[in-house]
């Protein structure tokens, strides 16, 4: 698969400015796994308030950035090219971490990889990085429903 732009990302996922948290598929191994990145920008809404002393990403959304990575994984994986009848919905956060703060001018880079997938239901395996530092990492479950 070449890199999901932008557009692509926009046709599969339902969310839009200032809740898209992904920005390019930078990589993709059939069925397997996608490695996905974030630019974080000074500019984003959240910043405002956390903190404005000193910006942090809140955990909840590098969490929601894993959880969109894994929809674009699961609709590849599916194969499916119109996304109007289904969503892929985050049901589960499991062994969550967070190991490094994430800050205006990172550039987080989200990878998911599918455990398994079972009557609709999917499990992965998912990280995010600055550089190559670990920043948070969780088993996320989302689940196939009718939109």
Known sequence: MEIM????????LPHRYPFLL??????????????AIKNVTTNEPFFQGH?????????????EAMAQATGLLAFEVTKRQDTSNSLFYLV????????????????????????????GVWKFKATAKVEDKLAASADLMCAERDA
Not at 5 to 12: A, H, T, V
Not at 22 to 35: I, M, N, P, W
Not at 93 to 112: A, H, M, S, T, Y
């Open 5 to 12: 732009d932008i557009n692509r990302i926009k046709e599969l």
């Open 22 to 35: 992904v920005d390019r598929v930078v990589h993709y191994e059939s069925g397997r796994l996608l490695r």
């Open 51 to 63: 903190f404005p002393t000193h910006a942090v990403m809140p955990g909840v959304l590098i969490i």
């Open 92 to 119: 589960g956060v499991d062994n969550c971490r967070f190991k490094n703060q994430v800050v205006p001018g990172d550039q987080l880079i989200l990878e998911v990889e599918v455990v398994k997938a079972l009557r």
